[in-house]
């Protein structure tokens, strides 16, 4: 009993010592973490010729300039505002989100739960197209668009993010070590047919992943400039946010860095809201499962 109590008292020593380093090592990560955003917005408040001095930790008075300059350049980008290059993103972002989580969470939901033919040679094809990129593709993709009638329209922005390979391969690892399958065959008795059981059963107990994989997907899809710039080039009232950011960088003659950084700043406000909106289930997430075996 003395050797336990001495234990337990070492124990509870080191852990009074280790705490203060991690949180100190926590909140370390966390403001380098922050900084980046923090100075992303001091310079949307700041002169062009004072972003180029260097990096500075006091906003400025120039964010009502910035930003009076910024809603005035539809010329750079070709009579689209940055509130219409907004608007053109959340209409391919939130659709090609919800696209990508529900159907990647479907496909995960028949990997783990149905043992068929083949199943293995389903997943290792999807397996292997996680290791294609997108440049590889963008020429067949091109060639269905102007074939379906397609090009420049947002529908081969939206349609494709359906087939999300890594998408699938999270959700999959995460069913496995987490998702039970007894809750599957209990709604089978009760008379639940399959997609009444992945609707109402399986997605509230997949919501932490697919809140983060959300997440992930509405950072990726919102931030893509290489393929609406080739699918909307032709479509100059159909361009993104981030092709309108990009549009003020090429203007060499006229670029001023205070506008540019006030459309970044702009640019990450829906991601995080998106952030703060999804983070909650990935937090209340951390203890949900089904039955445990």
Known sequence: MAGITVNQTEDRKKTKFARPIRYTV????????????YVLFINSTLESNIIKQGIHLIPG??????????????????????????LNSLIITVPATILQIYFASLT????????????????????????????????????????TNMYGTYWPLIIPAIAAPTTVYFMKQYMESSFSLEIVEAAR?????????????AIPLLKPAMATQAIFGFVASWNNLYTPS????????????????EALKANDKQRDFGEIYMGLFITVIPIMIAYFLL???????VALGGVKE
């Open 26 to 37: 926590s909140i370390l990560l966390c403001l380098l973490s922050l900084f980046p955003f």
């Open 61 to 86: 008075s120039f964010w009502a300039a910035n930003y009076e300059k910024l809603t005035n350049k539809t010329d750079v980008v070709s009579t689209v505002s940055v509130w219409e290059a907004m």
């Open 108 to 147: 995960a939901y028949a990997l783990t739960v149905y043992r068929f033919k083949h199943r293995n040679l389903a997943w290792g094809f999807i397996y292997a197209i996680m290791m294609i990129p997108t440049q590889v593709s963008i020429v067949g993709l091109i060639k269905v668009c102007s074939v």
């Open 189 to 201: 008795i009760d008379g639940s047919n399959e997609f009444r059981t992945f609707n109402t059963i």
């Open 230 to 245: 080739i699918l909307l080039a032709t479509e100059q009232d159909k361009r993104t946010m981030p092709m309108f950011v």
């Open 279 to 285: 983070s909650k289930y990935i937090v209340s997430g």
